[in-house]
C-alpha cells in the first residue's frame, strides 16, 4: 500500500498540470476573436486562392514591391517582388523590376 501512495503522490500534481493546461489553452481559444470580411485593398492582384499581393511602394532602388493579403486570415509580414514570369519572390535577385 505504500507504494500505491507514492505513486498516486507523484502523479496527482502531474495531473493537475496536465488539467490546468487544457483549461488554459480552451481559454485561449474561446478569447480568440472571429475571423471577419475585409475588403480587398485597390490594385490587389490575385495570387492565389484568397491570397493577393498588394503595392506597397517601391524599395530604395525603385523596385515596386508588394505585401501580402488575405481576407480574414494571417499571412506573412515580409515584402515580396514580382518575377518576369509574374510570380511573387521574397528575392530581390529574381525580381523583374522593369514592372
Known amino acids: 500500500m505504500r507504494g500505491a501512495k507514492k505513486v498516486l503522490v507523484l ?6 498540470v496536465t488539467v490546468g493546461a487544457c483549461m488554459a489553452q480552451t481559454e485561449k481559444d474561446s478569447n480568440r476573436p ?3 470580411d475585409e475588403a480587398i485593398p485597390a ?3 490575385k495570387a492565389g486562392d484568397d491570397l493577393y499581393m498588394v503595392p ?3 524599395d530604395p532602388s525603385g523596385c515596386p514591391w508588394y505585401r501580402p493579403f488575405a481576407p480574414g486570415r494571417m ?3 515580409a515584402m515580396y ?3 518576369a514570369d509574374g510570380r511573387f ?3 530581390r535577385e529574381a525580381a523583374d523590376c522593369r514592372r
Do not use: F, K, T
Open 75 to 77: 499571412v506573412a509580414q
Open 81 to 83: 517582388y514580382r518575377a
Open 34 to 36: 472571429e475571423p471577419r
Open 11 to 16: 502523479l496527482l500534481p502531474l495531473l493537475a
Open 56 to 58: 506597397a511602394g517601391n
Open 89 to 91: 519572390v521574397p528575392s
Open 43 to 45: 490594385g490587389a492582384i
